[in-house]
T-cell receptor
């Protein structure tokens, strides 16, 4: 069974641009959540989706948004990029949506110049 | 306000000895705790978990201990192997219906041959 797939693996953008990151969960998993990892803050919860509905959102500005499609694939979007948005963005999926075991992708490393 | 704290950024042990990674939390409403391991350029992988109603959970070489009165949990790895060298994250769950996990900042474990 294929794991969680995130694309692209690396991304370089400049301030003010917007970016879209993609996540394909493990087949059969209906829940997708997103985390931001930075050296200073560790992993921080961004948002989660279950059956195309956003169930929870972390403490991030409205520039961060996401969605989930009917096939459970998810995208997150960051508009008006700032230097501080440089981070590793991790997607995780689970079957039941109760996070007893999250499966993470390898992440998308975003650099904002 | 950091609700989950891993106060040791790094830990170095000899192969065959015990590794003890510590984690403290402040929110007594957390009901489930998890440990994840992360290698460079990969996403975190689930290691072991424990419910707040238990004080110990064991899985092979890995044991997690929970002391609710002290709001402290620890991960024991016995015996430690060089392949265990990675960053270990402690995480806690507040709501069983949500994928939101609160992570510590991680402890980098190095197991020397």
């Amino acid at each position: 069974k294929a794991g969680v797939t995130q694309t692209p693996r690396y991304l370089i953008k400049t301030r003010g641009q917007q970016v879209t990151l993609s996540c394909s969960p493990i087949s059969g998993h209906r829940s997708v959540s997103w985390y931001q990892q930075t050296p200073g803050q560790g992993l921080q919860f961004l948002f989660e989706y279950f059956s195309e509905t956003q169930r929870n959102k972390g403490n991030f500005p409205g520039r961060f948004s996401g969605r989930q499609f009917s096939n459970s694939r998810s995208e997150m979007n960051v508009s008006t990029l700032e230097l501080g948005d440089s981070a590793l963005y991790l997607c995780a999926s689970s079957q039941t949506g109760t996070n007893e075991k999250l499966f993470f992708g390898s992440g998308t490393q975003l650099s904002v110049l | 306000d950091q609700q989950v704290k891993q106060n040791s950024p790094s830990l170095s042990v000899q192969e065959g000895r015990i590794s003890i990674l510590n984690c403290d939390y402040t929110n007594s409403m957390f009901d489930y705790f998890l440990w994840y391991k992360k290698y460079p350029a990969e996403g975190p992988t689930f290691l072991i978990s424990i419910s707040s109603i238990k004080d110990k959970n064991e899985d092979g070489r890995f044991t997690v201990f929970l002391n609710k009165s002290a709001k402290h949990l620890s991960l024991h790895i016995v015996p430690s192997q060089p392949g265990d060298s990675a960053v270990y994250f402690c995480a806690a769950r507040l709501d069983w219906t949500s994928e939101k996990l609160v992570f510590g900042k991680g402890t980098k474990l190095t197991v020397n041959p």
